[in-house]
């Protein structure tokens, strides 16, 4: 045999090995990721939560609590750690609002998901800390930035006890220009139990999101629907699970 034969052979041999390596462990890391975030809740009764993303903003966040007071609807704000810690009285004020003040990591970092585990447990135990503090309160959940999740953060995530929480209707698409628009994207895709993604914070375009609340309010309330906070859309998630265990 020729050298250059057995050094093809070498080759083939090291690359089928490699994807004897890779493939069971990207099918095991689909499927855990998979199983992992709760994007909404399978339920018949019409209840949605409204998130919002990136905040607490000087200049939006207290607009929206305004809007969200007048409607009487309570929603949930995944916060950057350290935006919390710069403003703190919106965050009170949300807290006593009746909203869910929940994690959305300490610096929104890029790329979130491919840090060392124990990074992002300090990113995330960072700001249970300082919601802890400023509202008394703190859940078992967070939002990872962008909804990017792979194995490294799922693991570290069930390992630290966090449920990641995604959604299932964004209201911010690059097709979705004015407020009305995002108010129709939302309406179009809403089902019972949907989570829906919306701003608060980080860009000045999130005026949009604040001027769309309203009209999103209104035109779910008309069809019947009830708004509640993450957690009390899980604990629907819980009764479900236990339904089922029987
Ligand atoms: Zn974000």
Known sequence: MSTSVIQTRIVIAVLLSCLAVWLPVKVHEAAEV?????????????????????????????????????YHVRATFFVIGERAKRWPDIVREAARDGHVIANHTYTHPAYFEYLPPAQITQELSCTQHIIYDLTGRRYGFFRP??????????????????????????????????????????????????????????????????????????????????????????????????????
């Open 145 to 246: 930035p962008k909804g990017l999740v792979n194995h490294n953060l799922a693991a570290t995530a069930r390992a630290d006890g966090y449920q990641i929480i995604l959604w299932s209707v964004s209201a911010d698409h690059h097709e979705a220009k004015t407020p009305e628009e995002m108010a129709e994207r939302v309406i179009r895709r809403i089902r019972p139990g949907s989570i829906i993604l919306m701003h608060d914070g980080r860009f000045a375009v999130r005026w949009r999101d604040v001027a769309a609340t309203p009209i999103i309010i209104r035109a779910l309330k008309e069809r019947g629907y009830r708004f509640v906070t993450v957690p009390e859309l899980l604990d629907k998630l819980r009764l479900i699970e236990k339904l089922r265990a029987k």
């Open 34 to 70: 998979a199983a992992l975030p709760v994007h909404y809740v399978p339920t018949n009764e019409r209840i949605v939560a409204l998130t919002y993303d990136d905040g607490p903003y000087p200049l939006y966040t207290p607009k929206l609590l305004h809007v969200l007071k007048y």
